[in-house]
């Protein structure tokens, strides 16, 4: 199984290692999300995949966690899911006999679709504040704001 996984990412064209037999990091370059790391772990019965999305939010934690929650359904391969202090990943298991190159370029454009699509709204709902005071601390200080333009709508008080 760990050629066909490495094949796969080989095909894809996808920076990746094998820190350890059958454990494959894999980095997808985004375009909201900069780069999303993706694990890619053969198991005895199952592929297990694994990509961290965001961490865990600074408010707005009931519409947040709704939202994630509502995203779930309609999701293919991998859903949403918390570690122990809260952070969110996208998690999923796939059966062996099920994996193939093409399966494995599946999950991961799902990953990548998902956690590129999906990040700015997530930033938004669970860290608006934040993000609000970063934009006004660059302003102050005639920092560069390119990586927050996303936000102006919500976080640039000169904004109509």
């Known amino acids: 199984m760990r050629a066909v996984v490495e094949a796969a990412l080989t095909a894809a ?7 350890r037999p059958g454990a494959f990091l894999v980095k997808l370059p985004g375009q909201h999300k900069l ?11 199952a592929l297990h995949v694994e990509a961290f999305f965001c961490r ?10 709704r939202w994630l929650l509502g995203k779930n359904g309609g999701m293919y391969g991998v859903h949403f899911s918390l570690d122990p ?5 996208l998690v999923g298991r796939t059966p062996l006999a099920a994996v193939s190159e ?23 709902l669970g860290f ?3 993000i609000r005071r970063e934009w006004e601390w660059r302003a102050k200080r ?3 704001l390119a990586n927050l333009r996303a936000f102006a709508r919500f976080a640039d008080p000169d904004r109509d």
Do not use: K
């Open 13 to 19: 064209d996808v920076s990746f290692d094998e820190p």
């Open 35 to 45: 780069a999303t790391m993706v694990w890619l772990i053969v198991g005895e019965r």
């Open 56 to 65: 865990q939010p600074d408010e707005n934690h009931a519409e947040f966690y």
């Open 85 to 89: 202090v809260g952070d969110v990943y």
């Open 102 to 124: 093409e399966e494995i370029d599946r999950l991961l454009g799902c990953v990548l679709t998902y956690a590129d699509d999906w990040f700015d709204r997530a930033l938004e």
């Open 128 to 130: 608006a504040s934040s």
């Open 142 to 144: 005639g920092e560069s």
